[in-house]
T-cell receptor, first 111, second 113 residues
Framework: KNEVEQSPQNLTAQEGEFITINCSYS?????LHWLQQHPGGGIVSLFM???GKKKHGRLIATINIQEKHSSLHITASHPRDSAVYIC?????????????FGKGTHLIIQP | DAEITQSPRHKITETGRQVTLACHQT?????MFWYRQDLGHGLRLIHY???????NKGEVSDGYSVSRSNTEDLPLTLESAASSQTSVYFC????????????FGPGTRLTVL
């Protein structure tokens, strides 16, 4: 069983809808990253969280350490938000071998 | 502007051949990583380095090697390419592991026939 699980795997929504992507993990972590992979393949880091909430434009990321859960929200979604969103957990104890990735959520926003 | 580049972007090779994928970053980051991405598996760590002359194995290191002779470069070598190594390879760098973001290269699509 993967230590980092994302849901849903695929999500299709209409432009303007509020989007939520979930990430849960089964072990202790030091931090959690949200990444965006564009249709062309490039990967961009969106957020790094160790507690609370972060906001950048229409994107909001939250994390609940006690519940081992993080969410990525997109407000007023737009077709250009169509991408694969990946969460990655830095497991407690540090070290690069602690970075474990979810399998990604494929998001399509239709006009 | 600082950047991280990979070359080649696409490569087709034959089983048994040695292949080297280049990764070059101008961020002056100490930490560099190699990942592979496959359908159904997501990103998986191959090797990583915390600085010059430092290299470490990741989750899927068998059949791969890296060397770090300077801060900017971390080449990934497939000693004897196998069809199971057909994948998209991403290089990334970061200033520090736990408190900083990772910056990803554009990826190299490798096909082993």
């Amino acid at each position: 069983k993967n230590e980092v699980e994302q849901s849903p795997q695929n999500l299709t929504a209409q432009e303007g809808e509020f989007i939520t992507i979930n990430c849960s993990y089964s072990v202790g972590i030091s931090a959690l990253h949200w990444l965006q992979q564009h249709p062309g393949g490039g990967i961009v880091s969106l957020f790094m969280l160790s507690s609370g909430k972060k906001k950048h434009g229409r994107l909001i990321a939250t994390i609940n350490i006690q519940e081992k859960h993080s969410s990525l929200h997109i407000t007023a979604s737009h077709p250009r938000d169509s991408a694969v969103y990946i969460c990655a957990a830095l497991l407690s104890g540090g070290g690069a071998d602690g970075l474990t990735f979810g399998k990604g959520t494929h998001l399509i926003i239709q006009p | 502007d600082a950047e991280i580049t990979q070359s080649p972007r696409h490569k087709i090779t034959e089983t048994g051949r040695q292949v080297t994928l280049a990764c070059h970053q101008t961020w002056n980051h100490n930490n560099m990583f190699w990942y592979r991405q496959d359908l159904g598996h997501g990103l998986r760590l191959i090797h990583y380095s915390y600085g010059v002359q430092d290299t470490n194995k990741g989750e899927v290191s068998d059949g791969y090697s890296v060397s770090r002779s300077n801060t900017e470069d971390l080449p990934l070598t497939l000693e004897s390419a196998a069809s199971s190594q057909t994948s998209v390879y991403f290089c990334a760098s970061s200033e520090s592991m736990s408190t900083d973001t990772q910056y990803f290269g554009p990826g190299t699509r490798l096909t082993v026939l």
